[in-house]
Structure formats: structure tokens, C-alpha cells
């Protein structure tokens, strides 16, 4: 969603940093750009201006002057006020702090993508919280709303109040109250109707609902996919109701990404949570520093770690790295690894999570980095007879082309996986002879360099003549 926006920015700070002392001219031609950059995100005017006028007014004088590496110090001021921006640092968590069962309301327009983050919810909160949920379709204006929901429900393992037909929008509220009083409920997750468009209508039937239940919690879901009409949609809601946080969904696509870093200056209202994704697993707390980190283009370590402790079987991590100890990496093992990173996203998502890997996204532009391609090379080892798995070797010519058939593929495909999978074999083997001391000592460069990789200029031992074990 940041791309286009960390990819001007990072091009903007690249010429600051080549200079070893700035001027106050200098900052403020970057200044310029760093307000176009914002303009062309989407981001609303109001937001830019403040923006620009933070950076440049801590940017200019002796705290940049005097600094050692002053194009540093810019972009360590730029990504300071993009955090405060986003709503300072830490997510903000859901208020769960009042007595059983604790009203949850979720408002917004019709398409945003409501009511699958009700479902969304309620699975992170019985999964992360240990929580007993239920919940409640408001949604009397669209048909199958409310079976939508108790679908969603069954699949989020949680309970979902029984439809009654013919009851209004604050009937089934009070119900759904009720029932979870009396039943021991912890959390009470209300998903009311949304309209096409913002009118009193919806206004006046989603104040009724919040004064028959004074929730704990009023989220607004917005479509970040929806610009500027995301902003206008938060401010009108809040006017009306004065909501607590803000979910975005669609974090995942293309748009410019100026509706997040607007949302909190125009409303006031935190984000708390982010969709990325159909999957009622795809719903994350909203960091602004780690968000800021990545379209600055510095990464996000921490939730990366986070994402591959939620994905990665520990007990199958282990069992691998004990074979790999022993020089033993078959297909096998390597199709379990392309199921492994699948799980944790798309590749680009998870580029996108390492310090400074926006350029080399960039330069592996023709690389097609989707998942569709892990999926094809799991393909093709799932054509392979366990025999074949196992023992790569024996796969020539007419077994190629029987695999090829199999799953869809070209034989050069195959061949390529072959290849993929023999480098890896040969850096494990590499790895292992040297041991943890030799690599401590030659690090990864060495042993590319043996390798005849970067470093070796693609000779056996590299600079120095060494040779290879």
C-alpha cells in the first residue's frame, strides 16, 4: 500500500545523505518533495501542512547543522513525526476492562468489509484472550446479513446470537445483550447495517444502538482501499458518534495509503487493527513505528518474528534444523518450507518486512515475487514419488517430463526447482564443514566466496587464491 509513497521518500533522503553538512535551503528543497511525496499518497491536505511544518521546524538550525551525519538526522526526524502522525508508539489495545459482557459495537459503511471483521475479532479475541464471544448481525437492511455472520461465527469457533425474524435493530441488541448476561458471555460483538453512502437514516439507527447498549468500544471499519472517501466516512461517524478506534481493511492492496496516515489528525480516534486479507487470521494491532519503519523503508523485524511464531510448527522447525545439522535436506523437507512461508503471506509482504529491501524489491522487479510460484514448485514435488523426493538425483529425462505433465508445469520449470534445490543443498554442506566458529570468524562472505558468489568474482576461493573444502 506505502510503496509508491517509501519509494519517493527513500530517493528524497538517498540525496540528503550523500552530503555531509546540510543547509537550510537543502532541507527545505527536501521538504518540498516530502510534501509532494505525501500529496500524491492520498494524504489530506490539513495532515501535509502540519507534517511539513513539524519536520522542518526541528529539521533547520544547529540540530541538524551540528550533526555528524545530518542526512540521517532528517530522516530520523521524518520518521519520528510519522509516528505521531499514526498515533505515536505501541498499538492501542481493544477496552476490554469493564464488567461481562462487554459491548463491542462495529459501525461503518455497507462493503467496508464490517462484518467480516466481526468475525475477525471474534477470533482474535477467543484465540489471544481466551475469551467466550458472541455475536450479533444488526444487519436488518441486507439480505442473508445475519446468516453471514453466523457463518462466520461457526468458523471463528465462537457463538452467534439465533436469528428472529421480524425484530428491529435495537430489539435484536437488547437480545443479544440479554443472552449474553445470562449465559456467561465475556464479549458481545454487535455488527450493525451499513448504507451505500453516510445519511441521517443510518446516523440515527446506529445512536439508537449505541444508547440501548453504551458499548465499551464503537470501531469504525473503513476500506483503506477507498482514499480520501475513507477520511470523510471516519469524520462524518465520529461527528455522529464520537467512535474509540478505527479498523482498516484492506491494508494488503494497491491504493496510496494516505487514508491511514490521515485517519488519526482527522478523527483523533486511534487505528487498533489492520485486515490484510480474506482469512479470518489476517487481522493484526495497528504499531504506527512499525509502519512508519517500513515506508521509510527501514523494515519491521519485530513483526516479522511476531507473524513467523504465530505460523512456524516449532516441533517441524526443530526436526529440520537437527537434519540439516547432518548434512540430510530432502524435497520432502524443502516442500515443507514452501508451506511454511506461505502461511506467513505474500513474499513482497514479507520483503517488504526487512530493513532496506525496498530497492532490491525494485531491482527483482521480473522476479514475479507471488506466492503463486511457491505453490507451482510445491506442485511439482507433490508429481514426485517419495522415492524421487528423497533422492533428487535419480530424476533425468522421461521422469522430468512424467513430473512436468503431472503438475502443469514446463520441464525447464523443473529443472529450475532442481537447480534451486541443488545450491541449497551445496550452501548447507558448505555451511556445515565450515562450522559455527569458521562462519563467526569468514561470516557470509566467505562463504559465498567459496561458493564463487558475490565476492568471489566467480572464482573458486575468491580474492586470495583460497580454495574451496
Not at 521538504?31 to 499518497?41: F, G, N, W
Not at 502443469?408 to 526447482?417: A, F, R
Amino acid at each position: 500500500m506505502f510503496e509508491s509513497l517509501s519509494n519517493r521518500l527513500s530517493s528524497t533522503f538517498d540525496r540528503l545523505r550523500g552530503r555531509g553538512a546540510l543547509t537550510e535551503t537543502e532541507v527545505l528543497e527536501a521538504m518540498r518533495e516530502v510534501r509532494l511525496a505525501l500529496l500524491e499518497a492520498d494524504v489530506a491536505l490539513p495532515v501535509v501542512k502540519e507534517f511539513v511544518t513539524k519536520v522542518r521546524d526541528r529539521a533547520v538550525g544547529a540540530e541538524v547543522t551540528r550533526s555528524v551525519a545530518p542526512g540521517q538526522q532528517v530522516v530520523k526526524i521524518v520518521n519520528d513525526v510519522l509516528i505521531e502522525s499514526l498515533g505515536g508508539e505501541g498499538a492501542v489495545p481493544l477496552n476490554l476492562n469493564v464488567p461481562a459482557p462487554v459491548p463491542i459495537l462495529m459501525v461503518g459503511l455497507q462493503g467496508s468489509g464490517k462484518t467480516t471483521t466481526a468475525g475477525k475479532i471474534g477470533l482474535m479475541l477467543r484465540t489471544k484472550e481466551r475469551r467466550r464471544i458472541l455475536l450479533a448481525s444488526l444487519d436488518t437492511q441486507r439480505p442473508a446479513a445475519q446468516l453471514q455472520l453466523a457463518q462466520l461465527a461457526e468458523r471463528a469457533g465462537v457463538s452467534s446470537l439465533p436469528i428472529v425474524q421480524g425484530q428491529t435493530p435495537v430489539q435484536i441488541a437488547h437480545r443479544a445483550m440479554e443472552t449474553g448476561r445470562r449465559e456467561g458471555f465475556d464479549i458481545v460483538i454487535l455488527d450493525t447495517a451499513g448504507r451505500l453512502s453516510i445519511d441521517e437514516v443510518l446516523m440515527d439507527e446506529v445512536r439508537e444502538i449505541r444508547d440501548a447498549t453504551n458499548p465499551a468500544e464503537t470501531l469504525l471499519v473503513v476500506d483503506a482501499m477507498t482514499g480520501q472517501d475513507a477520511v470523510n466516512t471516519a469524520r462524518a461517524f465520529n461527528d455522529a458518534l464520537g467512535v474509540t478506534g478505527i479498523v482498516m481493511t484492506r491494508m494488503d492492496g494497491d491504493a496510496r495509503g494516505g487514508a491511514a496516515l490521515s485517519m488519526r489528525f482527522i478523527t483523533g480516534a486511534p487505528i487498533k487493527l489492520t485486515g490484510s486479507g480474506e482469512k479470518l487470521d489476517a487481522l493484526e494491532p495497528f504499531h504506527p513505528e512499525r509502519v512508519a519503519g517500513r515506508i521509510l523503508g527501514m523494515g519491521d523485524i519485530v513483526g516479522l518474528v511476531e507473524r513467523a511464531s504465530e505460523t512456524i510448527d516449532r516441533e517441524d522447525a526443530e526436526k529440520l534444523a537437527a537434519k540439516m545439522a547432518k548434512g540430510k535436506f530432502d524435497l520432502e523437507d524443502y516442500a515443507s518450507q514452501l508451506r511454511q512461508i506461505t502461511k506467513m503471506g505474500s513474499l513482497s509482504g514479507i520483503m517488504g518486512m526487512l530493513p532496506g529491501m525496498g530497492k532490491i524489491k525494485d531491482q527483482l522487479a521480473g522476479a514475479n515475487l507471488d506466492n503463486t510460484v511457491l505453490k507451482r514448485q510445491a506442485a511439482i514435488i507433490g508429481s514426485m514419488t517419495v522415492k524421487e523426493r528423497r533422492d533428487p538425483d535419480i530424476i533425468k529425462a522421461s521422469r522430468k517430463k512424467r513430473i512436468a505433465s503431472g503438475s502443469g508445469v514446463t520441464v525447464q520449470e523443473v529443472n529450475q526447482l532442481l537447480k534451486q534445490f541443488d545450491q541449497m543443498t551445496t550452501m548447507m554442506k558448505r555451511m556445515n564443514k565450515m562450522g559455527q566458529k569458521g562462519m563467526m570468524r569468514g561470516g557470509l562472505a566467505s562463504l559465498m566466496g567459496q561458493m564463487g558468489g558475490p565476492g568471489g568474482g566467480g572464482r573458486p576461493g575468491g580474492p586470495g587464491g583460497r580454495r574451496p573444502f
